[in-house]
């Protein structure tokens, strides 16, 4: 049985950092994980994935240059680092994982055939 549980999320003013982590167990066969974020009123939006076969990544826009991405030695715990937070970075985050195809989907590592949720952590920035 696949879980996926997020932590870290909180209050913080504009241009102050965060750390979010994501731990994942019974998710040997999953290829990708990533992270996702829904504000209110507004679409989700995949911000940042990765592979967990190669060190491939992906970045959206939106957050490139101030997002990181990472993971553990076991590919087991997944990591955003997210420095230089603006109030539109307000959201609900949530940690996914499931298998991805590199020729499927836009981005392909954020898309999987099958998602595993976490059940999100808020971020608010806000002075």
């Known amino acids: 049985q696949v879980q996926v549980v997020e932590s870290g999320g909180g209050l913080v003013p504009p241009g102050g950092s965060l750390r979010l982590s994501c731990a994942v167990s019974g998710a040997l066969h999953l290829s990708g994980i990533g992270w996702f974020r829904q504000a209110p009123g507004k679409e989700g939006e995949a911000i940042s994935c990765?592979?967990?076969?190669?060190?491939?990544?992906y970045y959206a826009d939106s957050v490139k240059g101030r997002f990181t991405i990472s993971l553990d030695d076991t590919k087991n715990t997944v990591y955003l680092q997210m420095n230089g937070l603006k109030p539109e970075d307000t959201a609900t985050y949530y940690c996914a994982i499931g298998r991805y195809d590199p020729d499927y989907g836009d981005p392909p590592l954020c898309s999987y055939d099958k998602t595993y949720w976490g059940q999100g952590t808020q971020v608010t920035v806000s002075s």
């Open positions: 990765s592979s967990r076969l190669d060190d491939t990544t």
